[in-house]
Structures are given as structure tokens and as C-alpha cells.
């Protein structure tokens, strides 16, 4: 048999190691939306704090659990125990308890506070010549729109797909058409709630080049699940390069089938919400104007996932796959309501709501050809 | 006497369905509420199953989006306000009069109608499931989400109506054990006197009278919005969802303590009983649930830290929020000195509150990480907030009531539980219960939002996701063994006698199960263990030994059964459903109002029966 002492030790370990083991196991920093990962000021300030009160947690754990563990191992009822001594209390060792935690929690709050201050304040205003983006949350897909580098008084639109340069902060102004949705990048930094007639705004600065994950983290109705987006982050010359693309339309389409598509995109009524065109006059005094009914197509075929969600693009590549995007179309435009259940389009256009109005194979032919020119 | 209209004479009915529909004895009272919450808990489980079927695997299909969005809001409103508010309901029916020497509590048929109230409040809510579909936008239920534009079914109406009902049900009976508790304590039992679980269940109702009418404002503007076309929280007219934030968490923080101050409360009975040492630091332990209570208000933006408050606001609240953790931690150092030098024999009971202990520690330590806005933008609606809620939750409240209900079991049906199976329970429910919720820490950190009805497999959340679901099954499975052992001793467990414990409050002063007038004679109490004392020859005849046994000769005069508080109750809940149907509807809601009206009236002028 073991000593009391011994076997509250061996549980005490137990405990620990069990525990350290299923942190290991359980917090995987490659996982496309994992907050160990972090590559940006603000991700790396809230890892840096998540640490500290996590480390303080550790070894509040240890000792509460341990301690528990000791005192039931110890203090059983044996065999002809009597009624134990009726200790009532004992004030100094209860203003000790007290005071630690205090002088704990103290500590954790310095960087925490630091914390918040950093978050609020970015290191490069728009006023300061930093880069400015508007975020728009929609039911169930995400707007964003750049000031045109060209002309003050325009901006470039996008959707689902977000582009930054490495190593810049970015001010992003969050607002919201309809619900509550929140803005969430977990590897750049902690989300910020997109409410409508309650403009907010953040600051991001990604450190490394690559594609990221963001979703949407407040609940939003049907389809909360699949508002997700991408971003793509470049250096700054090939941002520039992009953002010129996205101001310019892309060319007319000369095949035929596409230029019936065009015209099927027009008289099917898909203008009615989809833009495609990419630019966006501000209103009077550079007032900017509210979110568009649907995603601004003007470049849908560029973009390396549909609907924020189907990639076009194999895996790990950042180039679009043209096959798998006419794939994507083809699924998208035969049964949006697979893809994104609840979605809009699917409740309010005529060629899904009127089974009159229906799309005809070949005309969904058609629109993917002409949405496949718009690259 | 002046004679009245609608004298009925009372009901006499000792026994059979009619007992049970008239009854006013709080015991009853307190094994009809315990019951019907404890059903209620198994549909909330139930729902909360089929969630967790279906977010086994990665894109799996076995309900729709729509049905789980109902299915975690309704989860959600069900564990609240149908399960563990009424659980804990049902233990100050049963037990605060046994505790404070009283023979019922102050108002005995306002008791009554606060039980049917909820259960009418309960089926209303669960009918909508077969009108329409139940209410979808979160047991929170943010505006704009909630309005009539995104939200044209009647759900949300049920909702906002059920929620209603269920308020006046938990306010009468908040004001009820305020009375009784400052009313009607033996002679001799001071307010630092009472047993602790009182005084959590004081501050409780407090804290209820307090934070229900905030909802009811924020509900009733709701109703309005969605009913006559008003604008508080209509976006397109410039209204404000931010405001439907602060109003839901003013009521929902402190709803947060309303649920776990009970538990608190029962973990500190059991504990002292079964180490058989005094409460350490009573008057700490006390005052620490006072300071949480009060603290409890000043606490809520923390929900709303990702709303963009500001930096001043959030960082106010941030340091609120951690302050909050001193009085917990103090709570749980006195439990744990409690216990320390104690001679502790693990029954069922003790399982559970140390089990208690052990959970609700991880719980207030994952707290702590959410009180600190900057690094809980990361963790906000994600499912390490999922893990945390349910380690407070269910690793805290149910826990300690399933204890709770190991612990008075024999003193309500006078039968011992087999414990074997109780052991059992607690250990499948121990593993169970972490092996749904630990792995959800993970999933959040690894950024799976909260109320995703799927996912991708290449976000690498799929393995958790599955251990999460398994252990669903395994505390499903420990609530089959909870059934089982319930059901079976209460039909056929060994007798047990009044005090199987060696307890140290007046309830085990009394025969189990205690006679319809508690105490044959009011103890006098001359110590905080006041049965313990006497038993143990500290003072000498406070406490009658035997302090009831149903079989001695007496005269006591015991409130009688009614018919009216289940009558006002029904009009209640018609008034409900025609408040939801609206429009024409309204003539049925004046029709249950007209119910209700008779019920009072009857119920103010009801006779008493000449006593035999």
C-alpha cells in the first residue's frame, strides 16, 4: 500500500500531466482559425495575455485541484473516528486568501488594460495616411471596399475575399445592413462586432504573407455558420497591382455563349443586386453609402473561393483553377440554397422563388461562361 | 361570516390526482416543481444531444440549419429558465420551511400559483414547437435578429410571452421566500443563524425581484416592436440593437448568479454534514454570496466586450469582472477548509459536492481568462465560452442539485437511494461531463465559433468535435443511471429514519418524510448547528428530538388546499397564448385575463373549512 502522502502525490502528477498532455494535443497552431498562430500586433498582444492569465490559471489549478485531491485522500472517515474538532473559523488565514487572489489579479490586469488601449488605438490612422477599409456585414457574406487609389472621392468594392499588405496597419470601419454580425480574422487579432445604425471600426497588421481564414462569430440566422471569408495577404507591391486590377472592368466577353450570358444576367434580373461594376462614387461630403443588396461580381472569376466558401483553387496554390470555378459556378447558380441554406437570392429572385422563372440548364451554361470572363 | 359569491367550499382531497392539483403544502409544492424541472431538463438534454449528433463530424446533415438554430435557442431558454431556476425552486420549497423551523412558507397558495405558472410557462414555450416552429434567434435573443422582418413566425413571440409568464411564476415566488425566510424563522434564529443554503436562497430571490423586471421592460418593448409596429430596436427607423445588449445582460448577468448562489448554497450543507465540521468562516461564506450578488450588477458589458463599447468602458468592466473572482475564490478556499480535518464518509451527496468543487474551480478559473477584454476578443462566441458556461453551469448548478437531490432524497420520500448506483452516477457524470466540455476549450481556441450548425473538415475541429459527442452519450447515460436510482428507491428503497446523515440542520430534526405540519412544535434555536448542538448536548431542549413524526396527537391548524391559484395560473397562460396569436387573438388574451380575474377574486374571498 501507499502512504497517503504518496498516492495524493501520484494523483497531484497525474493530474498535471494529464492535463499538460491534452493542452498539446488539444491547441493546434496549424489549424486554419487557431489563435496560437499568431502573426499580427494585436494576435500576438492577446496570445501574450491568454499566456499570462492561462499561466496563473495552470498553477491556481494545480494547487486548488491538488489540494483537493490531498484533503479527500486525507481526511476519509476511518473506523472508529470520533466528531472531528468543530473549528469555526480562522480570520487571518482568510484575509491571506483573500488578499492573494487580489494581488494576483492585479498583476494580470496591467497587460490586460495595456491590451485593450492597443486595440483601440492604431499606430497609423487613415488621418495619418494609413491604409482605410470599409467591412460590411451582410446575411451571409461580407463586403469590403478600399478607397480607389485613383480617385479620393471613389472606392473600389469586393466581397468575401479580403487583400492586405504585409506589415501595415489597416483601419478597418465595420458596419452592418441588416444583423449583428461580427468580423473575426482569429490569426490577425480578436473579432469586433459589425452592428447596424452602431458603426465600429479596428486595426489589424498582418506579419506574414499567405491566405487566412476570418467567420463571422456572432450569430446571425440561417447560414451563421457558413459566413466565412478569406484573406489574402501580399506584399505591398502586389496589392497595388491588385487593387489597380479590381478598379479596372474586366474586358467584354467575346464568345458567344458568354455574351448571351451577359445579356441573361441583365433580362433574368441579376443586375438588380450584383454590380458588375467595381467602382463606387461616394455620396455628397465623401459620406459613403450604404452596403449593396448582393456581392459586387465585377471580378467573382479572381477570386480563389465562391461564396466565400467553395475553393477554386487546389490546395495550398493561390492561383484560381478555372475548371474548378466553373465547377463552383455551375453548383452555385443550380442550387445556391445547397451551398449557403437561407441565402437571399434564393428567397427574393424570381429564377429561384418563381419555379416559372426557373433557370434552364443551358442558361446557367450561359451565366457561368459570362461570370467566368469577369476575372 | 358574510357569505360571497363564489364560495366554494375548499377542497378536501388527502390523497390521489386532486391532492396534488390543490395542494398548498410547500413539500408537495417542492416534489411537483422538482419533477416537472427535472423532465424539462431531460428535453433541454435532449436537445442539446441532437445538437451534438450532429456537430459529431464535419458536414454532416441530420437536422437542418433552421432546426438547430431552434435547437440551441430553445436548449438554452429551457436549462435556464425551465431547468435549473425551478431545480433550485424546488429545493427552497421543499427545504427553506424544514431549515427556519416554519410549518409552510408565507403565503402558501401564492406558492402553488407560482408552480403552475411555470408549468404553464413551460408548456407554452415548448408548444411552439408543434405551431410553427420554436423561437430561433438565441436564448439571448438580439434585436435585429428578433424583429418581425427577419423573424415573421410566431416563435419569437412564444418566446417573448413564455418568458413573461415564467417571470411572474419565479417573482411571486421570489417575494414568497423573502417573506417567509424574514418572517417566519423560529424563534431564536437570528439572520447569522440560518443555514447557509437560506441565505443563498434569500439573496437569490433578491436578486430575482431585482433583475426580472429589467427583462420584462426589455420583453414588453420587444412585444411592442413585433406587434405594433414600434421602433425601439427597429433598425430601418434608427433604433438601437445595442440597447436590447444592455437590457438583456442588466437582467442576464445577474440571472448568471440566480442560478448558481443556490448551488452554492446546497454544496454548503452538504459538505459541513458529511466532514461533520461547521460551515468554516460563516460569516465569510456569507458575506462573500452577498458581495457577489451585489457585484453582479456592475458586471454586465463583459457580454458585450466585442460590441464596441470603447476602451474606457471595457476597460471598467474588465476589472469589475476580475474583481469578482475574489469573492469565488474565497467561497471556494471555505469550502475546502470546511472539509479540511473533517471525518468525510463519500456518500452520493459528498461525490457530487466535490465534485462541485473540482469543476466549478475550472469554470472560475476559464471566468477569470473572459473577464480580460483584450484576450477575450479572441475567446467571445467562441466554444471555449461554451466549455466555460457549462463547466459553471452543469460542472456547477446541476451538479450540486443532483447532489442536492442525493442529499434531502431520503428526508423527501422517507426512503434511503441505493448507494452504489449514486457512486456510480457521479463517476459516469464526472467523466461524462468532462469529456463533453473539456475538448470545447480547444475547439474555441482553435477559433469554432458558438451556434455554427457545420464545418469544414480542414479546420482540424473534427477529432474534439467527436470525443465532445461521445461524452454526450456517457452523461446521457449517467442521467438512465440518475432515472434508475430515483425511480426505483422511491418505489422500493430501504426506509430511511430521520436523520441518515448525523445532519446538523432543523429538517433532520423531523421524521423522513416530515408529517404534514413539519414541527409539532416550534424548535427554538440557541445555535448556527442547531440540531447538531442539541444532538450533540451543546443546549438542551431547543430542538425537539423527533421534532415531528406525523403520528402524535395534535391540533395543528394547517392552511387548506385551493382550487384558485391553479385556476389563475390557466388564465394566465390563455392570456398568453392570445398575446402571441395577437390581432383578433386579443379577445382570447381578455377572455384568460377574465379567468384570471375570477381566480383572484374567488381566491381573496375563499372560505376556510370548519377544522374537524
Known sequence: MLSVKQRSRQLVSFTVIGAMLALVLGCTPSNPQSTFDALGPIAEMQLFVFNVIFWIGAVVFVLVEGALVYIIVKFRRRLGDGDPVQTHGNTRMEIAWTIAPVIILIIAAVPTIQGIFLMANSPLTPAQGGLELDAIGHQWWFEFRYPNPNDPNQQIVFANELHMPVGEPVNINLRSVDVIHSFWIPKMGGKVDMVPNNDNGMWLQANSQGEFYGQCAEFCGVSHANMRFKVIVESRDSFNAWLQAQAVPAPDPIDALALQGKELFRSAGCTGCHATNSVMNLAEGGRRLPGRVGPNLSHVASRLYLAGLLPNKDEGSLTVNDALLQQNLKTWLSDPDDVKPGNIMTRDAKVYSDPDSKLEEREIDALVAYLLTLN | MTTVPFAIPRPTHPTGVWSWITTIDHKKIGVLYGVTAFVLFIIGGLEALLMRIQLAGPNQDIVSPEVFNQLFTM???????????????????????????????????????????????????????????????????????????????????????????????????????????????????????????????????????????????????????????????????????????????????????????????????????????????????????????????????????????????????????????????????????????????????????????????????????????????????????????????????????????????????????????????????????????????????????????????????????????????????????????????????????????????????????????????????????????????????????????GEEEHSIHMPQPSYWPIVVSIGLVIAGFGLVYHGTYFAVAAFGVLIGMIGVYAWSFEPVNDPE
Do not use: C
Not at chain 2, 415 to 430: D, H, P, S
Not at chain 2, 498 to 506: A, E, F, N, S, V
Open chain 2, 75 to 549: 436548449h438554452g431558454t429551457t436549462m435556464i429558465f425551465l431547468a435549473v431556476m425551478p431545480l433550485s425552486a424546488a429545493f427552497f420549497n421543499f427545504v427553506i420551511p424544514l431549515q427556519i423551523g416554519a410549518r409552510d412558507v408565507a403565503f402558501p397558495r401564492l406558492n402553488a400559483f407560482s408552480y403552475w405558472t411555470f408549468l404553464g410557462g413551460a408548456i407554452l414555450l415548448n408548444s411552439s414547437w408543434f405551431l410553427g416552429g420554436a423561437t430561433n434567434a438565441g436564448w439571448f435573443g438580439y434585436a435585429p435578429l428578433t424583429s418581425t422582418a427577419q423573424n415573421p413566425g410566431n416563435g419569437i413571440d412564444f418566446w417573448i410571452i413564455s418568458l413573461q409568464v415564467l417571470g411572474v411564476a419565479s417573482l411571486a415566488a421570489a417575494f414568497n421566500f423573502i417573506v417567509t425566510i424574514v418572517n417566519m424563522r423560529a424563534p431564536g434564529m437570528s439572520f447569522m443563524r440560518m443555514p447557509l443554503f437560506t441565505w443563498m436562497t434569500f439573496i437569490t430571490a433578491i436578486l430575482l425581484v431585482l433583475a426580472f423586471p429589467v427583462i420584462t421592460v426589455a420583453l414588453i418593448e420587444l412585444y411592442f416592436d413585433r406587434t405594433f409596429g414600434m421602433n425601439f430596436f427597429n433598425v430601418a427607423t434608427g433604433g438601437d440593437p445595442v440597447l436590447w445588449q444592455h437590457l438583456f445582460w442588466v437582467f442576464g448577468h445577474p440571472e448568471v448568479y440566480i442560478l448558481i448562489l443556490p448551488a452554492m448554497g446546497i454544496v454548503s450543507e452538504i459538505l459541513p454534514t458529511f466532514a461533520k465540521k461547521p460551515l468554516f468562516g460563516y460569516s465569510t461564506v456569507v458575506l462573500a454570496g452577498a458581495i457577489i450578488a451585489f457585484m453582479g450588477w456592475m458586471v454586465w458589458s463583459h457580454h458585450m466586450f466585442t460590441v464596441g463599447l470603447g476602451p474606457i468602458p471595457t476597460a471598467v468592466f474588465t476589472l469589475t469582472t476580475m474583481a469578482i473572482a475574489v469573492p469565488t475564490g474565497i467561497k471556494i478556499f471555505n469550502w475546502m477548509a470546511t472539509i479540511w480535518g473533517g471525518s468525510m464518509e463519500y456518500k452520493a451527496p459528498l461525490l457530487f459536492a466535490l465534485g462541485f468543487i473540482a469543476l466549478f474551480t475550472i469554470g472560475g478559473i476559464s471566468g477569470i481568462m473572459h473577464a480580460m477584454a483584450s484576450s477575450d476578443a479572441q475567446q467571445q462566441d467562441t466554444y471555449f465560452i461554451v466549455a466555460h458556461i457549462h463547466y459553471v453551469l452543469f460542472g456547477g448548478a446541476i451538479v450540486a442539485v443532483v447532489g442536492g437531490i442525493y442529499y434531502w432524497f431520503p428526508k423527501i420520500t422517507g426512503r434511503m437511494y441505493n448507494e452504489a448506483i449514486g457512486k456510480l452516477n457521479f463517476w459516469v457524470m464526472f467523466v461524462g461531463m468532462n469529456l463533453v466540455f473539456f475538448p470545447m476549450h480547444f475547439l474555441g481556441l482553435d477559433g469554432m465559433p458558438r451556434r455554427i450548425y457545420t464545418y469544414d473538415a480542414n479546420m482540424g475541429w473534427s477529432l474534439w468535435n467527436g470525443v465532445s459527442t461521445l461524452g454526450a452519450l456517457v452523461l446521457g447515460l449517467s442521467f438512465l443511471i440518475f432515472i434508475y436510482n430515483i425511480v426505483t428507491s422511491w418505489r422500493n428503497g430501504e426506509a430511511a429514519d430521520g436523520d441518515p446523515w448525523d445532519g446538523r440542520t432543523l429538517e433532520w430534526s423531523m421524521s423522513s418524510p416530515p408529517p404534514e405540519y413539519n414541527f409539532a412544535e416550534i424548535p427554538t434555536v440557541y445555535d448556527r448547528d442547531a440540531w447538531w448542538a442539541e444532538k450533540r448536548g451543546q443546549v438542551h431542549h431547543g430542538v425537539p428530538v423527533g421534532g415531528g413524526s
